[in-house]
C-alpha cells in the first residue's frame, strides 16, 4: 500500500548513499563533519558535491582554507562517525575526542581518517547557495581506497569493508548484497522480464510447494 509522505521526506528517500566525513583544516585547527548529501557532479575534470548548512564550522572551514577531503567510513567506525555528528568543532577537537587515528593526504591539508575505506582529497571549485544549503563543489586531487573494499566500484563482499549509510536519526545500514543486472529483450525491443531459465527455476519451485501443499492437505483445509 502506498502513503503520502511529506515533501521533506524526499532527502531520506533519496538516500542511503556512503556516508563522507568532510575533514578540514584551516591554520592550526582542523575539523570533521559526516555528511549524507554528497554526489559526483563531473568526470572531466572530476569533480563531487558536498551540501553543507552555511552557518555550520565546516562549511566556514572549507570557505577560509578553499579545501576539504571526504573519508568514507565502515561500520567499524560506526559510532565514531555519529559522534562527530553531535558536537560542534567550535567547542571541541572532535577529532581528537572521538579517538581517530590520523594521517596526512597526498595533495592536501586536511586530514584524513585511519580505519575508513576511501579518501577522496578536493580543492574547493565552487560555492553554490541551494535553498536553505550551500552546495561546495570540489575538485578531485587525489583518491585512495582500501584494496578489500573497492576496485574500480564498491566490491561489497563483507560488511566490514562496505561503506556505512545514514538512513536518519540515529540509524545507520550497510550496502551488501551486490546484484548483476543481466536484461533481455524481445524480437521486438521489449525487456524480457523473465529468462527462460528464471521461468523454470519459479516453475519447478512451484511445483515442489503444490506438492507440499497436496501432501498436507493444505489445499483443502483452505
Known amino acids: 500500500m502506498r502513503r503520502l509522505c511529506d515533501e521533506t521526506d524526499a532527502r531520506r528517500l533519496l538516500n542511503p548513499g556512503p556516508v563522507a566525513i568532510v575533514t578540514t583544516s584551516w591554520r592550526a ?24 548548512h552555511p552557518h555550520r564550522h565546516t562549511a566556514d572551514m572549507i570557505r577560509f ?29 572532535k577529532l581528537e575526542a572521538a579517538g581517530l587515528g590520523l594521517f596526512r593526504g597526498q595533495r592536501t591539508e586536511p586530514p584524513l581518517i585511519e580505519g575508513c575505506l576511501a579518501w577522496i582529497e578536493c580543492g574547493l571549485q565552487d560555492v553554490i547557495a541551494i535553498g536553505d544549503h550551500t552546495m561546495f563543489v570540489g575538485r578531485v586531487v587525489g583518491v585512495q581506497a582500501l584494496e578489500e573494499a573497492y576496485a574500480q566500484h564498491w566490491l561489497l563482499e563483507s560488511p566490514e569493508f562496505s561503506p556505512l549509510t545514514y538512513i536518519g536519526g540515529t540509524r545507520y545500514a550497510v550496502i551488501g548484497s551486490p546484484r548483476e543486472a543481466v536484461i533481455e529483450v524481445d524480437t521486438l525491443g521489449a525487456l524480457v522480464t523473465e529468462t527462460a531459465e528464471e521461468r523454470e527455476e519459479r516453475e519447478e519451485r512451484e511445483a515442489r510447494e503444490r506438492e507440499f501443499r497436496e501432501a498436507e492437505g493444505l489445499d483443502e483445509i483452505e
Open 29 to 52: 585547527g582542523t575539523n570533521a563533519a559526516p555528511i549524507a548529501w554528497t554526489a559526483p557532479l563531473s568526470m572531466n575534470p572530476p569533480l563531487v558535491g558536498c551540501v553543507i
Open 65 to 93: 582554507s578553499e579545501e576539504f577531503a571526504i573519508n568514507i567510513p565502515g561500520p567499524r567506525l560506526l559510532k565514531q562517525t555519529h559522534f562527530l555528528g553531535t558536537q560542534s568543532g567550535l567547542n571541541v577537537n
